[in-house]
């Protein structure tokens, strides 16, 4: 095999990658780097390495152990941290570098000092109890528990971290698998949004909010664009012929490029207002779309969010002084919790609207820009008179009431004991029922049955008969068309 690389790159992409370099020669394959101790970075390297390997085997004096091993100090997860932020997290301008310091804040205060390699299954079982453990948590006074979903990022977070320490070959393997079997599994989740915006709520958001900030609000309701899109869109990125709007792949979520149709009229005249600057002047192309008079991208997204939230259902909202006025009083947000209002929900609710006008879900998937058509089902979330008026087409007005088992020996049916069997063989006779023959080439004839003789029937003696054939097989005695 010669040279090579244990990963999914190919071509060019696979010799700039970080994973390590292999060699094969004479059925021995083994790490360039470990029996060189060293690291390897170009290619070129590799292959001085791997000849140096091959002249060893030529020449009998290869030992598997590589050169004189040097002496070694286990990586512990802290350092493993520093090393997963700076070459992976922000190398790679993931979103994650955003907020990967709060991210590893529980998993350093566990496995911090601990040497990667001893990090076991049983520990990470035992990290797990700890976290469902109701505990207080942003200064509030009653202890919490986390739920599944948060344990559940914790995790994968850690799992990832040491996959990719085993994809550098400094572990051999991680506490998460053993061979092709999966020891540590995900917590079931529940966590699927159901909030819907009435269109008398919309209404009452966009009057509440500030001139800018309604601007995002009904690009949001009307384009389904995510915040970060959003806050990242450029009069440039704009077809104004066409209206089309244009996300840009290093701007989006998916890191592809996706284009967005600019329909409702409103929408339309918000992007034309915010063209222009406070002189009245059209604003250069790459001035942000969603930015105040000057240009300048608009601050404070999450506060202006709560507090139009609040006065959209008529809570006015009041500061707290013990925080020197920089939060919300306690009221405040209890009730913004009450409300349960988030921005992303209006993204759920611009997929939501779209299935209801029988648009595709295919092609709400590509106006939201999902990779794939399971995540647009978690967007649609149907108003339950909708499931109601659904649910009731099955009413046809008719009913079924048994008639009450008369006791032996007891008193002859009443009147209303024949209404009830009067309205069972009504509701009988609503079915059809045809025989099925049986699969054998030798057909018997079955004496039909009435609907209403059904009750009496001796199921056996009438499948069977007195011709019948143990080796026929009845498929169904009765079925309904």
Known sequence: MGLYKICEHKGRLRDRCEHAWWGSFRGIRLSLAKWANREIHTKAEAHAV???????????????????????????????????????????????????????????????????????????????????????????????????????????????????????????????????????????????????????????????????????????FDAGVRRGEMLALRFADIDWNHWLMTLRGETTKSKRTRIVPITTQRLRAVLEWLRLDIEGNRKSNETLVFSNEIGEPLPHFHDTWVRTVLRAHGITPKWSARHNYKGLSPECKAAYRKIDLRWHDIRHEYASRLVEKNVPLAQVRDLLGHASITTTERYDNQRLENLQIAASKLERGMTFEPPAPAPPGGPTPSSGDRQSKAARTKFQDSFKYEVVPPRSSAVRETPAVEPNELENLNLAEWLGGRDSNPDNVVQSHVSYR
């Open 50 to 220: 791997l000849d140096e390997v091959r002249t060893a085997i030529r020449s009998r004096t290869f030992d598997p152990r590589g050169r004189a091993p040097r002496e070694v100090t286990p990586m512990t997860f802290r350092e493993l941290s520093e090393i997963y932020r700076e070459r992976h997290a922000v190398a790679k301008g993931l979103s994650l570098a955003k907020t990967i310091d709060w991210r590893l804040k529980p998993l350093l205060e566990r496995f911090g000092d601990w040497a990667i390699a001893d990090i076991k299954t049983a520990d990470v079982e035992d990290f797990i109890g700890d976290l469902r453990k109701p505990r207080t948590m942003y200064g509030q006074a009653e202890p919490r528990s986390l739920t599944p979903a948060s344990v559940n990022r914790t995790i994968e977070l850690l799992r990832h971290m040491l996959n990719w320490a085993v994809g550098r070959e400094y572990i051999d393997r991680t506490p998460f698998r053993r061979g092709t079997e999966t020891l540590i599994k995900r917590l079931r989740e529940d966590n699927r949004r159901r909030r819907r915006i009435s269109e008398d709520e919309e209404v009452r958001l966009v009057a509440a909010a500030p001139p800018h900030f309604r601007c995002m609000m009904i690009a949001a």
